[in-house]
């Protein structure tokens, strides 16, 4: 069976960060420190699979985070139009993994069931928990249930041969990576797994947990996945837009299954 392609599609930055914004107890808290934000896409000869949706302008400007183009923007140089999508992991329901669902109105979603119930659960009443969430976003996630676009998951799944899903939990209760195969071997889409190379790589806590427990098993976790740990792709680093070359199809857009094209570590 012919391996997958697997592109990195850069829609957005945030530049006005720090390592505090990162990283529980670093010691060089105020060290500016960027973060880029993606979504990604599986490509085997006419199947499609789009990883996460990003968020769109309105999401952006509630929330003082613009962006540099929408998804469906951003995805147009790989001939993708929004409403032939048939099938999208959600990573998880947070709103800038999420917040573009309702630009794909065709697309069955693979989510874990922890993370619909997390998101319309209990533990929305609190501020803190609800603060990356959208209301918005998952209702759309719930009308898509109800319309039968919905696939839910309990843990490791493999949606399509070469793609699988790892629940890993850790940053939010249902978070979820995924493994592709690819030419280079087997390739980890951490999303929030690893919002940066030395979240694994240095078993640093990202700030944004619900189970420090749970994210640090995570880090183990999506090194195993890998082939090697050059193969795990962070979600939020941009350092992978320098680890791995351009597309042809455009500066935004990075292809990531014949490996980096340099060493990070």
């Known amino acids: 069976m012919e391996d997958w392609q697997v592109y990195a599609v850069r829609y957005a930055e945030r530049n006005e960060r ?23 896409v599986l490509r085997r000869g006419g199947e499609t699979i789009l990883v996460d949706t990003g968020y769109d302008r309105a999401e952006g400007a509630t929330r003082g985070r613009p962006i540099l183009m929408e998804p469906a923007e951003a995805l147009a140089p790989l001939g993708i139009t929004p409403d032939r999508i048939s099938s999208i992991i959600v990573t998880h329901l947070h709103y800038d993994h999420a917040g573009g669902l309702h630009l794909f109105p065709n697309a069955t979603l693979h989510l874990q ?45 493999e949606i399509a041969e070469g793609v699988s899903l790892h629940r890993i939990g850790g940053h939010s209760r249902g978070l979820q990576a995924v493994r592709v195969r690819c030419a280079a071997g087997w390739l980890c889409l951490a999303s929030d797994a690893a919002h940066f190379y030395e979240n694994f790589l240095e078993n640093r806590l990202f700030p944004i947990v619900v189970d420090a427990e749970h994210m640090l098993q995570g880090f183990s976790t999506i090194q195993r996945l890998a082939t090697s740990p050059q193969l795990v792709v962070p979600g939020h680093d941009p350092l992978v837009r320098h680890a791995f070359p351009q597309a042809d199809h455009a500066d935004h857009i990075f292809r990531l299954d014949n490996g980096p094209a340099k060493r990070l570590f």
Do not use: K, N
């Not at 505090?20 to 973060?35: G, I, R, V, Y």
């Not at 319309?120 to 918005?136: F, I, N, Q, S, V």
């Open 113 to 157: 069931a922890a993370e619909m119930a997390y998101a319309t659960g209990p533990c929305m009443c609190h501020d803190a928990l609800r603060h990356p969430y959208t209301g918005e976003h998952i209702c759309e996630a719930v009308r898509r249930l109800h319309r039968g676009q919905v696939i839910f998951h309990d843990g490791d799944a």
């Open 18 to 40: 720090t390592r505090a914004d990162s990283f529980l107890f670093d010691a060089s808290h105020d060290t500016p420190h960027p973060m880029d934000y993606y979504v990604w």
